[in-house]
């Protein structure tokens, strides 16, 4: 499975930007999908998660109520709605596939977008 990650870009803060990530091949629905971030010179961070049907996701405190991750098994799309911006959610976010639900170790995945910059100004 390739995924090509796309939707970064510069925003204000209070702005929304919603990331996608599209995945060849016909075995996405079988994978959990996770949203990752990754600030200079840190590990990567786990930010969202949903299962394989998209019936159960999950995100952490710092974006709950502002960020929302959802899929479409259909189109092969995973997304990461994010809204009410902060310039602390300044980072490059990443999806993977991987075959547990919310598991926040990225060595566990399988595979890996390339990335896409989040830049919110103050």
């Known amino acids: 499975v390739q995924l090509q990650a796309s939707g970064g870009g510069l925003v204000q803060a209070g702005g929304s930007l919603r990331l996608s990530c599209a995945a060849s091949?016909?075995?996405?629905?079988?994978?959990?999908m996770s949203w990752f971030r990754q600030f200079p010179g840190k590990e990567r961070e786990f930010v969202a998660g949903i299962m394989g049907s998209g019936e159960i996701s999950d995100s952490i405190d710092s974006v709950k109520g502002r960020f929302s991750i959802s899929r479409d098994n259909v189109k092969n799309t995973g997304y990461l709605q994010m809204n009410s911006l902060k310039p602390d959610d300044t980072a490059v976010y990443f999806c993977?596939?991987?075959?547990?639900?919310?598991?926040?170790?990225?060595?566990?995945?399988?595979?890996w977008g390339q990335g896409t910059q989040v830049t919110v100004s103050s």
């Open positions: 091949g016909r075995t996405f629905s079988r994978y959990s």
């Open positions: 993977a596939l991987g075959d547990y639900y919310n598991d926040d170790d990225p060595r566990r995945y399988l595979f």
